[in-house]
């Protein structure tokens, strides 16, 4: 009989619940789907109730399966999409929608206040770039479009804040998911004046702050629906993003976990906070003194994906035939921004553009043009963090695009570096019970995770790549400064 912590994943599309033992290895997992409603002007919400349920079932699934193959089940542990805002009412229940980091709605709050002295000060304190997906800017938001919301809500929360305080009855977040809403000050972990001012919120009016190891007791009426007993240890946990790292082992400093599905991102363990001077990556908290630095690419495996509904063909034919493509692209540059991009520019207006264009560029130019975008924006990524006085001397890589040579060869070569393909896992999902192991004591640091997870195999770039991508990645910078202007005018 082995024990196991549940690592309870709420995300973007799908609750995921993995069991997993003291070694790291996944014994049982469950998922359930829900929607994202997407709406007029950049709406991006999900009904709370919906994803309670979801977890819920998801939860019993699983402790079913335990119970079926004899594990014990010693705790739970929480993770889910940053970003998220809600209101409650005085009694707790939800009086919104749950705004998802997707939400693009503040896009107006945000312009006016990224680029200003009170924003760069609050970006370097809270780690929270200025974009429409920060909670900061959604109350903002909510003030201006929606006061009378603003004025009836007694406590502003996380969709992942909302599940916990539905598991164990307690209204709290931890440091990892506060360190992502633009309101925590990293350097005293409490809510940051100036950012509330903005927000026009009160302290009390957000949950109470917990460290991510912290333990909270399962209330009896959720124990009941899930077969697990009253009082079973739930641990706060942490964000997504942090959690990631975790879950592939980049949990030192210096080592920097890179995922890639259909957006992407990169995070460098440190441990300390702190952002570049040019604001141009996030600092989350992860636990135990530990910090990710770092940003998210909106555009990944989307280019690949909408470049072969585009011609008609399929993703990994379409790949196949880029991959015969020198690098370089035969002198095509491209943009990838179909999505606008996070990282490092924070613009949610970039167009997606191919500069360079000719007669003799077919489909696999373009495609292998929109793969070397993506790498190199995580390059420049990678560039802030290097600008941030961090080291970086490891690169853990996950995602399903890494299955394509091409992806993983391009990758190599803009980070101009080995990368180590660590198996495909439930990332957050683990990483959050393997948090949940640490808070239980199991664990006597978090940087035994990283002899926990091993990578299966390294990926060494060619040099002559390295240097064909580095030549022309400050041609990458400059067309977008070139074309911002136009890309606000043409999305106006």
Known sequence: MAEVVLGVDLGTTATKVVAVDQSGEVLGLAERGYRMRTGHGGEAVHVPAEVCEAALDALAEVVRECREHG?????????????????????GTPITDSLSWADNRATEQAAR????????????????????????????????????????????????????????????????NASGTGLLDLHR?????????????????????????????????????????????VVAGGGDGPLANLGVGAVTPGTAALSLGTSGALRVTRDRPGIDDRGRVFCYAIADGL????????????????????????????????????????GLLALPYLLGERAPWWDPDPRASLIGLRREHGRAEIARAMVEGVGQQ??????????????????????????????????????????????????????????GWRALGVLDSLAEVAELVTPT????????????????????????????????????
């Open 71 to 91: 594990h014990q089940v010693v705790g739970l542990a929480l993770t889910g999409a940053m970003h998220t805002l809600l209101a409650l009412g005085p009694d």
């Open 113 to 176: 206040l990224r680029g200003t002295a009170l924003g760069t000060a609050l970006h370097r304190a809270t780690g929270t770039p200025v974009h429409p997906f920060a909670p900061l800017v959604k109350l903002a938001w909510f003030a201006e479009r929606e006061p009378d919301t603003a004025a009836r809500a007694a406590h502003w929360c996380g969709l992942k804040d909302f599940v916990l305080y539905r598991l164990t009855g307690r209204l709290a977040t931890e440091h990892s």
């Open 189 to 233: 972990l409490a809510w940051h004046p100036d950012a509330l001012e903005v927000a026009r919120i009160r302290a009390e009016q957000l949950p109470e702050l917990l460290e991510p190891t912290a333990v909270l007791d399962l209330s009896a009426e959720v124990a009941e629906r899930v077969g697990l007993p009253a009082g079973l240890p």
């Open 291 to 330: 910090w990710v630095l770092g940003g998210a690419v909106s555009n990944g495996g989307v280019v690949a994906q909408w470049a072969a509904d585009t011609f008609g063909v399929e993703v990994a034919d379409l790949l196949a035939e880029a991959e015969e493509v020198p690098t370089g692209a035969g």
């Open 378 to 435: 995580l390059a420049m990524v990678l560039d802030a963090v290097l600008d941030a006085g961090v080291e970086v001397h490891t690169v853990r890589v996950t995602g399903g695009a890494f299955r394509s040579a091409l992806w993983a060869d391009v990758l190599a070569a803009a980070l101009g570096r080995e990368l180590e393909l660590a198996e495909d896992s439930e990332g957050s999902g683990v990483g959050a019970a393997l948090l």
């Open 457 to 492: 195999r390294v990926i060494v770039p060619d040099p002559a790549a390295v240097t064909t991508l580095a030549r022309t990645r400050p041609l990458v910078e400059r067309a977008y400064h070139a074309l911002r202007e136009l890309s606000a005018e043409l999305g106006g």
